[in-house]
């Protein structure tokens, strides 16, 4: 039930489909059974052969060094990633073209941070959420002008991979007594700046050696050149992080639920109930059945928004709403796969062993973060309303 793919997205996912069989599957329940933790020096042979492999710049512009892959070979490299448990996935930085748009005009920042991304040395987070509302991007985190840069002041929610990041992109205010230069920016922080404390490190359901920490600034000094963007609103970068991040989950969760669909197929093909093996009965069959049916549907729904945003020439707040549509109808569809996987393995599907099981924990999330459902529903009922249905 593949997608037709050309040679380049072939290899990319060929390539990364080995390193996922040989370096990262085997590693699954250690994490499980460890707080999602490896060995030291198994971390880093994994690290060591995903920046050999070149992924930190799947998406990273070839004239800086990156791959520059099409979005299509992206979204057929994070399918296979996906079918990874545990996050084990993430454990390479990602140097996204979007940093280089943003840090365009800032020699410094493209050094100092963004390079070493590709060259997997440093790690990021991304800070937008705060206590109040995260689905309605509510930003209170002021930065102050003062001499030589800003005073951050405020809290960030949920700052995934912050205790393995050391610096975070952080969307703030502006606050300024002119209205030049006020209002959402996006700063670069070093996480080793005084006046910065994790105030809480939550357990969540999925067990991650990435963790969900909430910061807390007090008076951070941020130095104007860590400003990115010059003038421009944050929330413009923000936004194209977010569709970079809604193609990826989506493509993750094909790899997810093509490899539940394969292991509840494999165990109900073994199991022998009575006198009939579990995949003959039809109840089974019939779930089975809606599984392969949504995933083919998600697969061609993702890769045509990916080859779209390839052919150019559609509008960015288009593809905006055609990422939200895959993200929404993906995340959901991977959902639905993980229960009826789950239930096909029956008491042996509880166990935090299976893979079932973990995903079942796992892609629970990918509903809620990067815009949850209901705001992807949003998103695409206000387009309809504003644009129509052709427009979309
Ligand atoms: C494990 C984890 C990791 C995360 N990582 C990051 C990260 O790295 N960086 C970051 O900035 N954030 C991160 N987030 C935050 C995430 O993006 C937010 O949790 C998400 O956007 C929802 O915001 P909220 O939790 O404040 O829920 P709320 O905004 O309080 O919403 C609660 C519920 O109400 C629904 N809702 C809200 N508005 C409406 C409406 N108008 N109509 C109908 N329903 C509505 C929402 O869909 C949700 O179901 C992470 C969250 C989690 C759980």
């Known amino acids: 039930m593949q997608i037709e793919l050309d040679?380049?997205?072939?290899?990319?996912?060929?390539l990364v489909r080995d390193y996922v069989e040989r370096e990262l599957i085997p590693w699954e329940v250690t994490a499980e059974l460890n707080s999602g933790e490896l060995p030291p020096e198994v971390m880093q042979r994994i690290h060591g052969e995903a920046i050999r492999?070149?992924?930190?710049?799947?998406?990273?512009?070839?004239?800086?060094?990156?791959?520059?892959?099409?979005?299509?070979?992206q979204v057929a490299a994070w399918e296979v990633l996906g079918r990874v448990t545990n996050a084990l996935c993430w454990c390479f930085p990602e140097a996204q073209s979007w940093m280089y748009e943003a840090c365009a005009d800032s020699q410094y920042q493209l050094e100092t941070y963004i390079q070493p991304l590709l060259a997997g040395k440093r790690r990021e987070a991304y800070a937008i959420t705060e206590a109040e509302s995260g689905s309605h991007e509510v930003v209170n985190t002021s930065a102050r002008p003062t001499a030589g840069g800003y005073l951050l002041n405020g809290e960030k929610w949920f700052v995934t991979s912050g205790n393995l990041a050391d610096f975070l992109f952080v969307q703030a205010k502006v606050v300024a007594a002119d209205s030049a230069g006020a209002g959402d920016t996006l700063?670069?922080?070093?996480?080793?700046?005084?006046?910065?404390?994790?105030?809480?490190?939550?357990?969540?359901?999925?067990?991650?050696?990435?963790?969900?920490?909430?910061?807390?600034f007090t008076d951070v000094l941020v130095p104007e050149r860590n400003r990115i963007g010059g003038g421009r609103s944050g929330m413009d970068y923000s936004r194209a992080w977010f569709r970079h991040e809604r193609m990826t989950i989506a493509a993750r969760m094909l790899g997810a639920a093509t490899r539940m669909i394969e292991e509840a197929t494999a165990w109900a093909s073994q199991r022998q109930i009575l006198e009939e093996k579990?995949?003959?009965?039809?109840?089974?069959?019939?779930?089975?059945?809606?599984?392969?049916?949504?995933?083919?549907?998600?697969?061609?729904?993702?890769?045509?928004?990916?080859?779209a945003h390839d052919r150019g020439g559609v509008e960015p707040r288009s593809l905006h709403v055609r990422c939200s549509m895959a993200k929404l109808y993906a995340t959901e569809m991977a959902n639905r796969v993980a229960d009826r996987c789950l239930q096909i393995w029956g008491g042996r599907g509880y166990r935090r062993d299976?893979?079932?099981?973990?995903?079942?924990?796992?892609?629970?999330?990918?509903?809620?973060?990067?815009?949850?459902?209901?705001?992807?529903?949003?998103?695409?009922?206000?387009?309809?309303?504003?644009?129509?249905?052709?427009?979309?």
Request: charged content about 25%; overall charge negative.
């Open 187 to 216: 700063f670069i922080v070093d996480l080793d700046s005084p006046g910065i404390e994790i105030v809480e490190n939550p357990l969540f359901s999925h067990t991650f050696a990435s963790h969900h920490p909430t910061y807390r």
């Open 53 to 73: 492999l070149g992924l930190p710049g799947m998406d990273a512009p070839a004239d800086r060094g990156g791959l520059g892959l099409p979005m299509v070979d």
């Open 7 to 14: 040679e380049s997205s072939r290899h990319w996912q060929q």
């Open 354 to 392: 299976n893979a079932v099981e973990r995903f079942f924990r796992e892609v629970r999330v990918d509903r809620i973060w990067e815009g949850s459902s209901e705001i992807q529903r949003m998103i695409i009922a206000g387009a309809l309303a504003r644009r129509g249905l052709d427009a979309m």
């Open 278 to 307: 579990l995949i003959d009965k039809q109840a089974v069959q019939f779930m089975l059945a809606d599984c392969c049916t949504e995933l083919w549907a998600a697969r061609l729904m993702v890769y045509e928004a990916a080859r």
